[in-house]
């Protein structure tokens, strides 16, 4: 079946500007979070979704910030007054929201550029 | 706090065996997992390991928990150069979902 898809794929914009990215999860999956993953580091985690709620949002570094899933499937992360700092691959993954392993499965990310 | 540490660099003659380190600080971990990043590819889950096991096998994939250590190891036998990637290290602790990714591990795989 489709995996998780994210749009766009790259995304260049100027310092001060707002931008959004989506992520499309894998159907049924009512878990969502978006990580971030800077040149040479690991993910970053930024928030987690449970259905239509933001069940962990700690790892959002400020209020320029904000991610909203309003009917429980497509998530959108927003961030305001874009900085040259926010420049990074965004990741967004899904999972079944069960308890146990409950795997996280990994979209191909949006490459996001702040000149 | 939480902190997951890898080493970065890995280099492996084909056909030879890879293990890739990695130690953690959180006591509360319950699950780790090992994921690959391909260029261009997402992140990949290749295995995971719960935390009261000691170890978890699955084809050419050996996974080995030392708890009291705090330390997790991933061991690739017969590496081939499409294992080439970087892997990384990531846990799971307590009731939370989200996970702590260590730096990752650059495997290259030399004919």
């Known amino acids: 079946g489709a995996g998780v898809s994210q749009t766009p794929s790259n995304k260049v914009t100027e310092k001060g500007k707002y931008v959004e990215l989506r992520c499309d999860p894998i159907?049924?999956?009512?878990?969502l979070y978006w990580y971030r993953q800077s040149l040479g580091q690991g993910p970053e985690f930024l928030i987690y979704f449970q259905g239509t709620g933001a069940a962990d949002d700690s790892g959002l570094p400020n209020d320029r910030f904000f991610a909203v899933r309003p009917e429980g499937s497509v998530s959108t992360l927003k961030i305001q007054r874009t900085e040259r700092g926010d420049s990074a691959v965004y990741l967004c993954?899904?999972?079944?929201?069960?308890?146990?392993?409950?795997?996280?499965?990994f979209g191909p990310g949006t490459r996001l550029t702040v000149l | 706090g939480e902190d997951v540490e890898q080493s970065l660099f890995l280099s492996v003659r084909e056909g030879d065996s890879s293990v890739i380190n990695c130690t953690y600080t959180?006591?509360?971990?319950?699950?780790l997992y090992w994921y690959k990043q391909e260029p261009g590819a997402g992140l990949q889950l290749l295995t995971y390991i719960f935390s009261n096991m000691d170890m978890k096998q699955d084809q050419r994939l050996t996974v080995l928990l030392n708890k009291k250590d705090k330390h997790l190891s991933l061991r690739i036998a017969d590496t081939q150069t499409g294992d080439s990637a970087i892997y990384f290290c990531a846990e799971r602790t307590g009731n939370n979902r989200k996970l702590i990714w260590g730096l990752g591990t650059s495997l290259a795989v030399n004919p």
């Open positions: 159907s049924g999956h009512t878990a």
């Open positions: 959180d006591s509360s971990s319950t699950y």
């Open positions: 993954a899904s999972s079944l929201g069960a308890s146990g392993v409950d795997t996280q499965y």
